[in-house]
T-cell receptor
Framework: EDQVTQSPEALRLQEGESSSLNCSYTVSGLRGLFWYRQDPGKGPEFLFTLYSAGEEKEKERLKATLTKKESFLHITAPKPEDSATYLCAVQPSSGGYQKVTFGTGTKLQVIP | NAGVMQNPRHLVRRRGQEARLRCSPMKGHSHVYWYRQLPEEGLKFMVYLQKENIIDESGMPKERFSAEFPKEGPSILRIQQVVRGDSAAYFC??????????FGPGTRLTVL
């Protein structure tokens, strides 16, 4: 069974203090790894899709990287508006449709 | 391009009543997914539908829950004879293929 483990569960940063969120996964062949941001009371907002080890994608202060066993979401000089829960999800590649499995998220709080 | 739309945003039902949750996918998207999220928990897959077809309902409880995506109109998640344990946030997502999913704002169901 596909598994996604995110760490830490919660992270508190000072504004400007860079850090990384981890997503470890077990899947029988990876079709795609997804990062989402979720604010309280709202739906997940898509951030990135990564397809193969070594791939990197950036958006403003966020950078996502992928290896064969894990993905990191690096946050550079975070601002209070980056506070949210960040969700990681994987989709296996075993032919045709395969359902996406989500981790439980990392709750990030950025303090001014 | 309007995003995924869900209604109602909040729904209150008494035990034993029926709940109907609606989801209109993004324009051009023909794949719809339903997820359930309990407080402090991850997103749990329920069902995947294409127009007039249920592709994967492996995450859906066998009783009281049903889903449809008719040729015309929104996708509907129906919960019959609701119980307190059904209280949760229900999210719909859509995609153009079996790739990146985009989420709606969710319906928060409260069962009294």
């Amino acid at each position: 069974e596909d598994q996604v483990t995110q760490s830490p569960e919660a992270l508190r940063l000072q504004e400007g203090e860079s850090s990384s969120l981890n997503c470890s996964y077990t899947v029988s062949g990876l079709r795609g790894l997804f990062w989402y941001r979720q604010d309280p009371g709202k739906g997940p907002e898509f951030l990135f899709t990564l397809y193969s080890a070594g791939e990197e994608k950036e958006k403003e202060r966020l950078k996502a990287t992928l290896t064969k066993k894990e993905s990191f979401l690096h946050i550079t000089a975070p601002k209070p508006e980056d506070s949210a829960t960040y969700l990681c999800a994987v989709q296996p590649s075993s032919g045709g449709y395969q359902k996406v499995t989500f981790g439980t998220g990392t709750k990030l709080q950025v303090i001014p | 391009n309007a995003g995924v739309m869900q209604n109602p945003r909040h729904l209150v039902r008494r035990r034993g009543q029926e709940a109907r949750l609606r989801c209109s996918p993004m324009k051009g998207h023909s794949h719809v997914y339903w997820y359930r999220q309990l407080p402090e928990e991850g997103l749990k897959f329920m069902v995947y539908l294409q127009k007039e077809n249920i592709i994967d309902e492996s995450g859906m409880p066998k009783e009281r829950f049903s889903a449809e995506f008719p040729k015309e109109g929104p996708s509907i998640l129906r919960i019959q004879q609701v119980v307190r344990g059904d209280s949760a946030a229900y999210f719909c997502a859509s995609s153009t293929s079996t790739d990146t999913q985009y989420f709606g704002p969710g319906t928060r169901l409260t069962v009294l």
